[in-house]
């Protein structure tokens, strides 16, 4: 019994003896950047030719660039690789990289629109490929919760929704959205002005002699012959 009450104290000594070590409060984890574009569709795993496509045109640097800078957001319309499988084989090749890059652009609205606003979008909606001026723009109706968009070559249906942060919205569309501007040309410039006519010199007067004080036209020959009259007379 005493060698137990010596043990005791000698034990709690020794635990507050050892040093403690201090521990920092863990890090606060960093908030979130923006989305990627291309890593959410990677991470989807259907849309393998539209990610080749944004990347080879470039654009897809573009879109995250603007998500990081712009206050807009961005909708894209996402065609899945079964969709370009129905594409006339060879198709997207035979396209310019102009036309390429304005493919891309195509799918893409500058500015977020949540699926709930489809039945309110004002027609039509521009792209990033540009307006309705350039035949680059397209059209939305909805039927219930179905959302269809022509683009007068593609009629397409928005199938489901990829992803949406109030940022950026990405939905699938089941056909490749083509712009009528492939295939109705633009109409040509108007014709520059013709040149301003230079106006024709004006005609000298024709000279009609001299006039008198009383507006008269002298007469040179009368003048001569009084002036002999009056030598004469003098003589």
Do not use: W
């Amino acid at each position: 019994m005493k060698t137990l009450i010596v043990q005791v104290p000698v034990l709690l000594f020794l635990i507050n003896c050892v040093p403690t070590t201090s521990q920092s409060p863990a890090a606060a984890p960093a908030p979130p950047g923006p989305p990627n574009v291309t890593a959410i569709l990677e991470k989807d795993g259907h849309f393998t030719v539209f990610i080749k496509l944004l990347q080879s045109t470039k654009v897809a640097d573009n879109l995250n660039s603007q998500l990081n800078t712009s206050n807009q957001g961005l909708t894209i319309l996402a065609p899945p690789d079964t969709a370009f499988s129905g594409l006339k084989v060879g198709m997207l090749n035979s396209f310019t990289e102009d036309q390429q890059v304005d493919l891309a652009q195509f799918h893409v609205l500058p500015y977020y629109l949540p699926q709930s606003r489809f039945q309110t979008a004002s027609n039509p909606l521009n792209t990033e490929a540009g307006g309705s001026s350039q035949l680059l723009a397209m059209n939305v109706t909805t039927i219930g919760n179905q959302v269809n968009i022509t683009t007068g070559e593609t009629n397409a249906t928005v199938s489901s929704t990829i992803y949406d942060d109030n940022e950026l919205a990405v939905y699938q569309v089941d056909k490749v959205l083509l712009p009528l501007r492939f295939y109705v040309p633009l109409p040509p410039p108007p014709p520059s002005p013709p040149p301003p006519k230079k106006a024709a010199p004006k005609a000298s007067p024709a000279y009609s002699g001299p006039v008198d004080s009383h507006g008269a036209k002298r007469q040179p020959g009368r003048v001569i012959l009084a002036m002999i009259c009056v030598m004469l007379a003098v003589q």
